[in-house]
Nanobody, 125 residues
Framework: QVQLVDSGGGLVQAWGSLRLSCAASGRTFSSLAMGWFRHAPGKEREFVAAISCSGGTTGYADSVKGRFTISRDNAKNIVYLQMNSLKPEDTAVYYC??????????????????WGQGTQVTVSS
């Protein structure tokens, strides 16, 4: 069983930065494709970014492209989401997710098997 622990959320002003972390355990980390999703009140869960098992392939939602960067450290079993130039519309609970069956999980949340508990990101204007 894979356990994911999200951290790094908080309150930040617009145009500020945050770095989210997700620590994984329970399975060889390099065998897990990873992703970040977010859920804002009144909105559907939204894909943010994904990264392949090796880290060689990444993908982003159009709304965050150029501002957010997903990366992973397979030696430390951690995936990161560096968020720059934050906007109020980025306010949401952010969840990391792991796909144990694919090299690259992509943008569909249904393909991910394991989820973190979420970390709140609030961007003030």
């Amino acid at each position: 069983q894979v356990q994911l622990v999200d951290s790094g959320g908080g309150l930040v002003q617009a145009w500020g930065s945050l770095r989210l972390s997700c620590a994984a355990s329970g399975r060889t980390f390099s065998s897990l494709a990873m992703g970040w999703f977010r859920h804002a009140p009144g909105k559907e869960r939204e894909f943010v970014a994904a990264i392949s098992c090796s880290g060689g392939t990444t993908g982003y939602a159009d709304s965050v492209k150029g501002r957010f960067t997903i990366s992973r450290d397979n030696a430390k079993n951690i995936v990161y989401l560096q968020m720059n130039s934050l906007k109020p519309e980025d306010t949401a609970v952010y969840y990391c997710a792991a796909d144990g069956d694919a090299y690259y999980g992509g943008s569909s949340y249904s393909g991910y098997d394991y989820w973190g508990q979420g970390t709140q990101v609030t961007v003030s204007s």
